[in-house]
């Protein structure tokens, strides 16, 4: 699975947009970017995830650039529930048993 | 959703002692599960691959005979941590795909905090 890179921390005030880029450079033509956060002391909880075409749910909006080696998860009202470290990952979505591979993730901190 | 739940969430236990923690899947049913183990202010490591009715696959430098994994049903995989030190003491995380969704992901167990005294 290709490998992520993503900035250390960030931070973001509350009620504003919270924008986490995440490059993935030698992504596959078959490989998914998926989003994970862990609040402290949680498990990972699943945001979203996309081939090509941005995506948007009811936690989270994910663009992908066009030619698919970055992309940028948008939280559009942070709030302070949100702080935490994101984690973006690449994978074949298809793969039964493909393993999830965790790199060092974004802290994110909600300021009020 | 799919909901995979992991028990205990604390455990502390005193050095040379075994500890088993068992994460189940409870609406969905999961060949395949995984094992993380998380230090202070790091990322999760994966330990190993679980995998129903046969051995697992552990990742290299994890050791298969401390780390014993169990993966008996279709919902039910355990870790026993044995003869545990001190250094063993992490935060533990296993997770599971709902197979009856293959694009949705993984859902990850609450974690076990366990501390070898």
């Known amino acids: 699975d290709a490998k992520t890179t993503q900035p250390p921390s960030m931070d973001c005030a509350e009620g504003r947009a919270a924008n986490l880029p995440c490059n993935h450079s030698t992504i596959s033509g078959n490989e998914y970017v998926y989003w994970y956060r862990q609040i402290h002391s949680q498990g990972p909880q699943y945001i979203i995830h996309?081939?090509?075409n941005n995506e948007t749910n009811e936690m989270a909006s994910l663009i992908i650039t066009e030619d698919r080696k970055s992309s940028t998860l948008i939280l559009p009202h942070a709030t302070l529930r949100d702080t935490a470290v994101y984690y973006c990952i690449v994978r074949v979505a298809s793969s039964n048993t493909g393993k999830l591979i965790f790199g060092q993730g974004t802290t994110l901190q909600v300021k009020p | 959703g799919a909901v995979v739940s992991q028990h205990p969430s604390r455990v502390i236990c005193k050095s040379g002692t075994s500890v088993k923690i068992e994460c189940r899947s409870l609406?969905?049913?999961?060949?395949?599960m995984f094992w993380y183990r998380q230090f202070p202010k790091q990322s999760l490591m994966l330990m190993a691959t679980?995998?129903?009715?046969?051995?697992?696959?552990?990742e290299q430098g994890v050791e298969k005979d401390k780390f014993l994994i169990n993966h008996a049903s279709l919902t039910l995989s355990t870790l026993t941590v044995t003869s545990a030190h001190p250094e063993d003491s992490s935060f533990y995380i296993c997770?599971?795909?709902?197979?009856?969704?293959?694009?949705?992901?993984?859902?990850f167990g609450s974690g076990t905090r366990l501390t070898v005294v």
């Open positions: 997770s599971a795909r709902d197979q009856g969704s293959l694009n949705y992901g993984y859902t």
């Open positions: 996309g081939l090509k």
């Open positions: 609406d969905f049913q999961a060949t395949t």
């Open positions: 679980s995998n129903e009715g046969s051995k697992a696959t552990y």
